[in-house]
């Protein structure tokens, strides 16, 4: 079974940064697409980033653009997110996903099958 752990949530003040992780195992395929999305208190689930196998392409959240980058390490099954200038409205669970379906949007939560438990990022 695949598993995805995420870390690096916490408490952080606006204009700070965090740098959150995703260690995945049980992937039999190498470099699977890897997705961070966040849900906040009575939103819906939303995707922030996106990047595949290799690492050459990213997608981004217009919110999040020009402030999160996100990155992979093959060689540690771990993919991250760098949040910088962070401010209130980033505050949410934020999950980490793999095994997009072929074709499916990025963006759109049921185009992943496997996700972790979410890491919590509050902004004050």
């Known amino acids: 079974d695949v598993q995805l752990v995420e870390s690096g949530g916490g408490s952080v003040q606006a204009e700070g940064s965090l740098r959150l992780s995703c260690v995945g195992s049980g992937i039999t395929y190498r470099g699977p697409c890897m997705g961070w999305f966040r849900q906040a208190p009575g939103k819906e689930r939303e995707g922030v980033a996106s990047i595949d196998g290799g690492g050459g392409v990213t997608y981004y959240a217009e919110s999040v653009k020009g402030r999160f980058t996100i990155s992979r390490d093959n060689s540690k099954n771990t993919v991250y997110l760098q949040m910088n200038g962070v401010n209130p409205e980033d505050t949410a669970m934020y999950y980490c996903?793999?095994?997009?379906?072929?074709?499916?949007?990025?963006?759109?939560?049921?185009?992943?099958?496997?996700w972790g438990r979410g890491t919590q990022v509050t902004v004050s």
């Open positions: 996903a793999t095994d997009r379906l072929y074709g499916g949007t990025w963006f759109v939560d049921s185009s992943w099958r496997s």
